[in-house]
């Protein structure tokens, strides 16, 4: 069984540049999350795609931007990047069925740097 | 709205010691879901327990245990006979029916030896 992976590793951006960050997802999984992790900090959700639509949303605004694609996997794009955007960002997939929730399976995640 | 809080944000203790960690949550939902959660230095999270809201049953694995207290709002982790190899950050987590996580701000277990 292949697990979470995420692309690339680490990234350093300038501010106001955009950034795509690539997840695929763990086999046999339907549903992928990002989230964002400031230095610190716990993970904080920014958005879920199931079945290629977005499936719930945190307090992120709108530059930043997902796609789930069929295959499951899904891209993270973050336009005009703010200083405050430094963070490790961490993708996880999970099985999401009618009645339950099941665990959420995490990568290793991008580190994301913006100067 | 949701919250998880992670009291300690550091622990420090010897080897063989036995040590717990602290969480309590908030949430409006009827249904919802528990998890702990480890993030070694290399920085990957790793899934340790799932619990529902339903199921108050405490659980062990291992050297690990987990005690949900419904009636405090709280799910506490302990760890027996701890080695250096459990050092890391621990993130208590919490779900409802939406499945989207929302964390603690973690715990920071260092174990010498």
């Known amino acids: 069984e292949t697990g979470v992976t995420q692309s690339p590793t680490h990234l350093i951006k300038t501010r106001g540049q955009q950034v795509t960050l690539r997840c695929s997802s763990q086999s046999g999984h339907n549903t992928v999350s990002w989230y964002q992790q400031a230095l610190g900090q716990g993970p904080q959700f920014i958005f879920q795609?199931?079945?290629?639509?977005?499936?719930g949303r945190g307090n992120f605004p709108p530059r930043f931007s997902g796609l789930q694609f069929p295959n499951y996997s899904s891209e993270l794009n973050v336009n005009a990047l703010e200083l405050d955007d430094s963070a490790l960002y961490l993708c996880?997939?999970?099985?999401?069925?009618?009645?339950?929730?099941?665990?959420?399976?995490f990568g290793p995640g991008t580190r994301l740097t913006v100067t | 709205a949701q919250k998880v809080t992670q009291a300690q944000t550091e622990i420090s203790v010897v080897e063989k010691e036995d040590v717990t960690l602290d969480c309590v949550y908030e949430t409006r939902d009827t249904t919802y879901y528990l998890f702990w959660y480890k993030q070694p230095p290399s920085g990957e999270l790793v899934f340790l327990i799932r619990?529902?809201?339903?199921?108050?049953q405490n659980e062990i694995s291992g050297r690990y245990s987990w005690n949900f207290q419904k009636s405090t709002s709280s799910f506490n982790f302990t760890i027996t006979a701890s080695q250096v190899v459990d050092s890391a950050v621990y993130f208590c987590a919490l779900s409802g029916s939406g499945s989207r996580l929302t964390f603690g701000e973690g715990t920071q277990l260092t174990v010498n030896p």
């Open positions: 795609y199931y079945r290629e639509e977005e499936n």
């Open positions: 996880a997939s999970s099985l999401v069925g009618t009645r339950i929730t099941y665990e959420q399976y």
């Open positions: 619990r529902n809201s339903f199921d108050e």
